[in-house]
């Protein structure tokens, strides 16, 4: 059984930075492609980043590209969110997720077949 765990979530003020990252334990994880999605109160859950295992292409919704950065560590079977100039607005549960076979869209929830339990990011302004 794969259990993917986040971690480095947290309070901190608008413009500043918080590291997440999403580890897999149980077994080793061939992953296709990980993702990071989070969900606001009241809101539906949504795409932030992805990123694949082989290649590192990386994918981004447009409200975080230049903010926010996804890495992979293959070896560690790690992968994290660098989140910059964090705004109010990003503040959500963030949650990673495992996609095994790359066989669809990187933005929809049922195209991944692991998630973490979710770690809370609050942004104060």
């Known amino acids: 059984q794969v259990q993917l765990v986040e971690s480095g979530g947290g309070l901190v003020q608008a413009g500043g930075s918080l590291r997440l990252s999403c580890a897999a334990s149980g077994r080793t994880l061939n992953y296709y492609r990980m993702g990071w999605f989070r969900q606001a109160p009241g809101k539906e859950r949504e795409f932030v980043a992805a990123i694949r295992r082989l290649s590192g292409s990386s994918y981004y919704v447009d409200s975080v590209k230049g903010r926010f950065t996804i890495s992979r560590d293959n070896t560690k079977n790690t992968v994290d969110l660098q989140m910059n100039s964090l705004k109010p607005e990003d503040t959500a549960v963030y949650y990673c997720?495992?996609?095994?076979?790359?066989?669809?869209?990187?933005?929809?929830?049922?195209?991944?077949?692991?998630w973490g339990q979710g770690t809370q990011v609050t942004v104060s302004s």
């Open positions: 997720a495992a996609d095994l076979r790359g066989g669809g869209l990187y933005v929809e929830l049922s195209t991944y077949h692991y």
